[in-house]
């Protein structure tokens, strides 16, 4: 999952359905990055959800924000065409950093 920490109770009601459904039988690992810090209170309340693995991570800013060859105006363009058209979250940046850290 590609999270920010105040989306907490977010992950952990994710985290509890596929757990519920699926995860108990065969214990996959869980990976939960992030652009932030993960405080310690805020992963042990995460891995109590589970008994599988749960790895934490943090997303270099680099690799979250437009990489130097991409026009930030032209980009908030093609943004706005997209959200005009009703694409998927065509307008969300924040989607769009996601699709482009994983």
């Known amino acids: 999952m590609v999270v920010r920490n105040e989306q907490l109770q977010e992950i952990r009601l994710s985290m509890r359905s596929v757990e519920d459904r699926f995860n108990y039988k065969f214990n996959y690992p869980w990976v ?54 009703n694409v998927y979250r065509g307008g969300s940046l924040y989607y769009h950093q996601y699709l482009r850290s994983i």
């Open 32 to 85: 939960i990055l992030s652009t932030q810090h993960f405080p310690l209170d805020v992963r042990g309340y995460i891995t109590k959800i589970t008994s599988a693995p749960v790895y934490f991570g943090k997303i270099d800013l680099e690799a979250w924000n437009y990489p130097p060859w991409i026009s930030i105006y032209g980009s908030e363009l093609v943004m706005a065409k997209m959200e005009r058209e």
